[in-house]
């Protein structure tokens, strides 16, 4: 914690974790989810989006806003989700497409933002969705405390 820019202990957690766990990827139970559960979970989002006529899933990026304080404990901030990112897994497990753009900043000036999540192949869909919506909104601010940079 010395640094000028200190690492989030978060972000540091999470890499110890996935270290941890590198030996499940050769169990059984690893090869039942990759070759069972996650091309179910595949189709079942696929025959979902089908029925719902939808060419993205929006949600918000972070159940929670991120703290204002990463460096420090914060009693102030509350968050009651079990899983912050738990929203954002889905992209990963299925291996489908996922684009994340600001979408403003909480009133302690934290950034948030929103997510498109769509299928397999339909990452220009998503990318003009997202741009549609940063030019709609214009949520992409830089935070108060951002120091203005100086072009040389």
């Known amino acids: ?10 972000r540091i957690d999470g890499y110890k974790t996935a270290l ?17 559960e996650i091309p179910s ?3 079942e989002i696929e025959k979902m989006m089908a029925e719902n006529k939808l060419d993205a899933i929006v949600f918000p990026t972070m ?19 079990y899983d ?8 990963s497990a299925t291996g489908f497409p996922e684009v994340t753009v600001p979408a403003g900043t909480t009133a302690a000036q934290v950034p948030v933002g929103i997510s498109f999540f769509g299928l397999a192949y339909s990452e220009q869909k998503l990318l003009n969705l997202a741009y549609a919506f940063e030019q709609a909104t214009h949520a992409r601010v830089a935070p108060q405390t951002t120091p203005e940079l100086k072009r040389e």
């Open 1 to 10: 914690m010395n640094s000028k820019t200190p690492v989030n202990p978060a």
């Open 84 to 91: 912050t990112y738990a929203a954002g897994y889905v992209a």
């Open 41 to 43: 979970v595949r189709k």
């Open 63 to 81: 159940s929670c806003p991120a703290s204002p304080r990463f460096d420090q404990e914060d009693e102030m901030y509350v968050c009651n989700a």
């Open 20 to 36: 941890s766990q590198a030996s499940y990827k050769s169990s059984a139970e690893y090869k039942e989810k990759l070759t069972k």
